[in-house]
């Protein structure tokens, strides 16, 4: 059993910063890809962030470009995602995935394991 766990979701005002984690235990399985979505209430889930395991190439939506970083620790089986000057309208539950093969990075279609969600509310 392969199980994501992510940490480092909460509450914070506008302009602020979190940093988010998502370890991997369990059954070690080759990755390919490691995500992170975001679902906001009432909205379908949405991709966020993207990392390449083997060479680190990095992909993100449009609407966190500039703002936000992702990165890995390969040694350490886990994929961060930086977060600087949030704003409202990034509030959501936050969910890692990996993606064992090839496919859209920005697919959820993609990706073989999820992680249970953080919450992430930015006050205005």
């Known amino acids: 059993q392969v199980q994501l766990v992510e940490s480092g979701g909460g509450l914070v005002q506008a302009g602020a910063s979190l940093r988010l984690s998502c370890a991997v235990s369990?059954?070690?399985?080759?990755?390919?890809?490691r995500g992170w979505f975001r679902q906001a209430p009432g909205k379908e889930r949405e991709f966020v962030a993207a990392?390449?395991?083997?060479?680190?190439?990095?992909f993100y939506a449009d609407s966190v470009k500039g703002r936000f970083t992702i990165s890995r620790d390969t040694a350490a089986n886990t994929v961060y995602l930086q977060m600087s000057t949030l704003k409202p309208e990034d509030t959501a539950v936050y969910y890692c995935?990996?993606?064992?093969?090839?496919?859209?990075?920005?697919?959820?279609?993609?990706?073989?394991?999820w992680g249970q969600g953080t919450q992430v509310t930015v006050s205005s």
């Open positions: 995935a990996a993606a064992m093969s090839g496919g859209r990075v920005a697919s959820k279609d993609s990706y073989a394991y």
């Open positions: 369990g059954r070690t399985v080759r990755t390919f890809i």
């Open positions: 990392v390449s395991w083997n060479d680190g190439s990095t």
